[in-house]
C-alpha cells in the first residue's frame, strides 16, 4: 500500500497552489488594467484629433483654398507625435493624406462596423497602429460634401511596454510563487514544532513511566483535544497495567499457597514412615489441593477466553424457570445444611449460551447461599420488561455490602473480607466470571445493597443472537 504524503508536502503544496491561483490572477488583472488604460489614452487622442478635423471642415469656407486646409490639418497633426491622417471624400476624391502609413488601405479593409467611430487595430509590415474612422460633413448644410476621416497613431512603443512588462511580471509572480511556497513550508514546520515536541515526549514514555502528563494549557489550541485525549488514554493503560499487575500478584498468591500446602505436607510425608491410612489421608488432601488449583486455572482460562471473543458461543431458546430450578435442585442438599430456603418468582424466556448463563447464574446463587444467614431466604426474580429484556434477580439478606466496595465486586481475586482469603470460599473470579458472561450477550449486571439485603440484577436482551455472533 503506497503510503500518503507527508503533512508537511501537503500543506507546501497547498500554499503553493494558492499563491500561483492568486498571483496569476491579480497579475492577469494588472495586465489587463495596463492594457486598457494605453487602449483609452489612444482612443481619446485620436478622438481629439478627429473632434479637432470636424471643426476645421465645419469652419472651411467655399473659397478656403486646399493649401489653407492642408496646414490646418498639418497643425493638428503636430501635436501628437507619429499621428497619421487621412481624408477623402464619398466620391473617392482624396482631401488629405498624411506622410506615413498608407491610411487609404486601412480604410478599404476595415468593415463598416468599424466605420462608426470604433476604434480598431492594424497591422502595417512591422508597425501596429490604433485605427478610427469617423464619417463626417464638410459643413451643416444636407447638401454639404461627405468625407470619410481615417486617424491613425502607431502603439509600437506602448506594445513593447506591455511584453516587457508582462516578462517582468510573470516572472516576479513565479518568485512570489516559490518564495510562498518556502515561506508555507518554513510556517508549517514552525507550526508543527508543538506537534513535534508531543511526540519526543511521548517516545519517551515507557512502561515504568505512565504517569506522564500532557500539560494542554501548554500546547496551541488546535492541539488541546489531541492533548487531553492523550492523557486519558494514558489513564486508561495506568489502571490496565495497574490491574494487570494486581492481577499476576494475586495470580501468584493464590498459587503459592496450595503449592507451599503441597510441598509441605510432601516433605512431612517423606520425613519418616507412615501407614497406608496415613498416606492415603495426605494424598486426600493433596487431591483437594489440586482440585482448587484446576478450578482457579480453568476459571482464568475461561475469563481470558470470554474476553477476547474466543470461547465459541452455542446459542439457543432458554428456559430461565428450568434452569434455576435445576440449579435449586443441585444447591439444595447445601442450602439445607446452612439452613437456606431457595424461592423462585416468575418466568422468561432468553436466547443465549445455556452452559455460560447456568454457570453465571450458579455462580451468583451460590455466592447468595455462601453469605445468607441461617433460616433466611433467597429469591430469584424473572421478568420481561416492556424494553423486549429479561431481568434475572438474585437477591439474599445478609451483611450490607459497603458502598466503596461496590464497584470492585466484578474485579478479578478481589474480596470484600480479606480474611476468608483461604476460608474455602474460592478464589475470587465468580463474579469476574458473572460479569464476562452477561457482557459476552451484550447485557448487563448491577449490585444493590442496602438494608441487609443485596440484589445482583442481569439484565438481557430478549434476542441477542445477532448481537452475539457480532461480538464474535
Known amino acids: 500500500m503506497r503510503r500518503p504524503p507527508s503533512l508537511a508536502l501537503r500543506l507546501t503544496l497547498l500554499f503553493g497552489i494558492a499563491a500561483v491561483i492568486v498571483f496569476s490572477a491579480f497579475g492577469w488583472i494588472i495586465g489587463r488594467s495596463i492594457e486598457n488604460h494605453f487602449e483609452a489614452e489612444d482612443s481619446k487622442e485620436l478622438q481629439v484629433i478627429v473632434d479637432a478635423v470636424q471643426r476645421a471642415l465645419a469652419a472651411a469656407r467655399p473659397d478656403t483654398g486646399l493649401a489653407l486646409l492642408e496646414r490646418r490639418f498639418e497643425d493638428i497633426l503636430a501635436g501628437h507625435h507619429g499621428a497619421s491622417l487621412y481624408i477623402a471624400a464619398l466620391d473617392g476624391d482624396v482631401t488629405y493624406a498624411s ?100 511526540v519526543a515526549r511521548i517516545r519517551r514514555i515507557s512502561a ?129 445444611e446452612r439452613g437456606v430456603s431457595l424461592v423462585l418468582d416468575g418466568d422468561a424466556t432468553v436466547a443465549g449460551d445455556k452452559l455460560m448463563l447456568r454457570r453465571a447464574l450458579g455462580n451468583l446463587l451460590s455466592n447468595a447461599i455462601r453469605h445468607t444467614p441461617s433460616g433466611q431466604t433467597v429469591h430469584v426474580y424473572l421478568e420481561r420488561s416492556d424494553g423486549d429484556e429479561v431481568i434475572i434477580a438474585v437477591e439474599n439478606p445478609g451483611p450490607t455490602i459497603p458502598p466503596e466496595h461496590i464497584p470492585r465486586l466484578f474485579e478479578r481475586f478481589y474480596r470484600v473480607d480479606a480474611s476468608r482469603q483461604r476460608s474455602g470460599d474460592g478464589a475470587g473470579l465468580g463474579l469476574a466470571i458473572v460479569k464476562s458472561i452477561v457482557d459476552v450477550h451484550r447485557g448487563t449486571i448491577t449490585v444493590i445493597s442496602v438494608e441487609s439485603r443485596t440484589q445482583f440484577r442481569i439484565t438481557l436482551p430478549a434476542s441477542p443472537t445477532r448481537s452475539i455472533e457480532n461480538y464474535l
Do not use: C
Open 99 to 198: 506622410p506615413g502609413p498608407d491610411l487609404a488601405v486601412i480604410a478599404r479593409e476595415v468593415d463598416g462596423d468599424h466605420g462608426n467611430g470604433l476604434v480598431s487595430q492594424w497591422t502595417d509590415a512591422d508597425h501596429t497602429y490604433r485605427v478610427l474612422l469617423q464619417p463626417m460633413s464638410k459643413s451643416p448644410p444636407a447638401n454639404s460634401q461627405r468625407y470619410t476621416v481615417t486617424v491613425a497613431v502607431p502603439i509600437d512603443h506602448h506594445l513593447s511596454f506591455l511584453d516587457s512588462f508582462r516578462r517582468t511580471l510573470w516572472l516576479l509572480v513565479a518568485i512570489a510563487v516559490a518564495v510562498m511556497g518556502l515561506m508555507g513550508w518554513i510556517a508549517v514546520r514552525q507550526g508543527h514544532a508543538p506537534l513535534h515536541d508531543i
Open 208 to 336: 515504568n513511566q505512565l504517569d506522564t502528563r500532557l500539560s494542554p494549557e501548554t500546547v496551541p489550541a488546535e492541539l488541546t483535544d489531541l492533548a487531553a485525549s492523550f492523557n486519558e488514554m494514558l489513564e486508561r493503560m495506568e489502571e490496565a497495567f495497574q490491574r494487570l499487575w494486581n492481577y499476576s500478584a494475586d495470580i501468584a498468591h493464590e498459587l503459592r499457597t496450595p503449592v507451599t500446602n503441597l510441598m509441605t505436607q510432601t516433605q512431612v510425608a517423606l520425613s519418616q514412615a507412615r501407614t497406608i491410612d496415613q498416606y492415603r489421608e495426605i494424598l486426600y488432601s493433596n487431591s483437594e489441593e489440586y482440585e482448587r488449583m484446576a478450578q482457579m486455572i480453568g476459571d482464568m482460562l475461561f475469563l481470558a477466553k470470554a474476553d477476547n471473543g474466543l470461547y465459541e458461543l452455542n446459542t439457543t431458546d432458554i428456559d430461565l424457570a428450568q434452569e434455576v430450578q435445576e440449579l435449586f435442585d443441585y444447591y439444595e442438599a447445601w442450602a439445607e
